[in-house]
């Protein structure tokens, strides 16, 4: 019998396409000044999925490092967040399954609750490890965050995957069992089944952040949850990495002196990939964890980070986690950082083919190839998703963690 020390995030990789714009070329097609996105709100790219990728190729690019032996056996269940869904009925996840050639022995179920998502799959996941430490669970955000051409919120697009392996006894990251939770009935964000493009209230939906924020800290508290004094690092839900500053002043005036050690400092690293990437609505907290971890200069082994996970519509949770001593062994941050800093910058015009004359899923069609990853979309036949492997994986930089 396997003895359980902890329950939490055992591995971790991203995934963003291989392509970006620039929010100076988006300001100039605005006819703005670049710091209004830059300054404003705290981005400087948005990645930019070619027309062959979609969530299930990101989401097996992010998963495929993270498929050693031992996991592909011990995974008992894979669970795929997203609100880009590509299928009314079938979970996403299958096609990953699939794609990746998982074994047949497990559960493969899509979780949907906008940006929020993940969250509930993190701690589903770390309740059956709990009731059969044996397992591992496989947790999967991605998404393609895209708004009205020429919108206010066509600033904050952007694409990507993260994917993380829950295990006991896990090598970064310890999920606390308290979590603080609120939801409420809202329509400050939502996509109805005949868009691609989502509506948004965007002031209402900053209101809503900030209250379901307060909220869930006042329920994680009432439950026994830490005092804010003995949180180190903070990682908050980034639809703009200018957000996390927002955040952090609702949370130190609801907390009140228990705050009084924390600043910017507490959740800038998170900021990092954001900033670079765009909002990847349910991949984006975990984004941020990832960012945290690979770009911190400081030694994190035992510390905490309080998180906050919010999704449109809306859910809230607040919950902390304590990092393990040796994480840095398991970290995968200079593939990231070579993965980021390898993509190609589009013109307007590529940019604007890419992510706005989108066929309908309807449409037959064959793909030609500009994904950067190892898996990509190779075609639609008779409304069936083809898949296939693009790049093989000899030929990649390699991702796979130090041992």
């Known amino acids: 019998m396997t003895l359980i020390n902890a329950?939490?995030?055992?591995?971790?990789?991203?995934?963003?396409?291989?392509?970006?714009?620039?929010?100076?070329?988006?300001?100039?097609?605005?006819?703005?000044?670049?710091?209004?996105?830059?300054?404003?709100?705290?981005?400087?790219?948005?990645?930019?999925?070619?027309?062959?990728?979609?969530?299930?190729?990101?989401?097996?690019?992010?998963?495929?490092?993270?498929?050693?032996?031992?996991?592909?056996?011990?995974?008992?269940?894979?669970?795929?967040?997203?609100?880009?869904?590509?299928?009314?009925?079938?979970?996403?996840?299958?096609?990953?399954?699939?794609?990746?050639?998982?074994?047949?022995?497990?559960?493969?179920?899509?979780?949907k609750q906008a940006c929020y998502g993940a969250t509930a799959g993190i701690q589903f996941a770390c309740d059956l490890v709990r009731q059969r430490p044996a397992e591992k669970v496989l947790i999967i955000a991605s998404d393609i965050a895209r708004y009205e051409r020429g919108s206010e919120g066509e600033c904050t697009q952007g694409a990507g995957?993260?994917?993380?392996?829950?295990?006991?006894?896990?090598?970064?990251?310890?999920?606390?069992p308290?979590?603080?939770?609120?939801?409420?009935?809202?329509?400050?964000?939502?996509?109805?089944?005949?868009?691609?493009?989502?509506?948004?209230?965007?002031?209402?939906?900053?209101?809503?952040?900030?209250?379901?924020?307060?909220?869930?800290?006042?329920?994680?508290?009432?439950?026994?949850?830490?005092?804010?004094?003995?949180?180190?690092?903070?990682?908050?839900?980034?639809?703009?990495?200018?957000?996390?500053?927002?955040?952090?002043?609702?949370?130190?005036?609801?907390?009140?002196?228990e705050a009084a050690h924390l600043g910017e400092a507490s959740y800038a690293d998170s900021q990092v990939y954001g900033r670079l990437i765009g909002n990847t609505y349910s991949a984006s907290l975990y984004i941020g964890l990832c960012s945290l971890l690979d770009n911190c200069a400081e030694n994190l082994g035992g510390r905490t980070i309080g998180l906050f996970s919010y999704g449109s519509g809306s859910v809230g949770e607040f919950f902390t986690a304590t990092v393990r001593p040796s994480y840095r062994r398991y970290l995968r941050a200079d593939a990231h950082r070579t993965m980021l800093d390898a993509r190609q910058r589009l013109d307007d015009a590529t940019y604007a083919a890419w992510f706005y004359e989108v066929p309908k899923q309807v449409e037959d069609r064959a793909l030609p190839q500009e994904a950067a990853g190892r898996f990509r979309l190779a075609a639609v036949e008779e409304q069936r998703r083809v898949y296939e492997e693009a790049i093989p994986e000899a030929q990649l930089v390699p991702l796979q963690a130090v041992a």
């Open 7 to 111: 329950v939490g995030i055992d591995d971790i990789a991203i995934y963003s396409p291989g392509h970006y714009y620039d929010l100076a070329d988006l300001a100039a097609a605005h006819g703005i000044d670049p710091a209004k996105y830059t300054k404003g709100i705290g981005q400087e790219r948005m990645a930019v999925p070619s027309p062959d990728e979609d969530i299930v190729t990101m989401a097996a690019n992010a998963v495929a490092p993270l498929l050693s032996d031992g996991v592909r056996d011990a995974v008992s269940t894979v669970i795929f967040a997203t609100e880009s869904g590509i299928d009314q009925s079938k979970s996403a996840g299958l096609f990953v399954h699939g794609v990746l050639g998982l074994r047949p022995n497990c559960r493969v179920v899509e979780f």
């Open 161 to 176: 995957a993260v994917a993380m392996v829950v295990s006991a006894n896990p090598r970064l990251i310890e999920i606390h």
């Open 178 to 257: 308290q979590s603080g939770l609120f939801s409420l009935d809202v329509m400050d964000f939502w996509r109805p089944n005949h868009r691609s493009a989502a509506l948004v209230d965007g002031k209402l939906s900053i209101d809503v952040y900030l209250r379901s924020l307060t909220e869930a800290w006042a329920d994680f508290r009432r439950k026994g949850g830490l005092p804010l004094d003995a949180v180190d690092k903070l990682c908050f839900h980034q639809p703009f990495t200018k957000m996390a500053k927002k955040a952090f002043g609702a949370l130190a005036e609801a907390a009140g002196p």
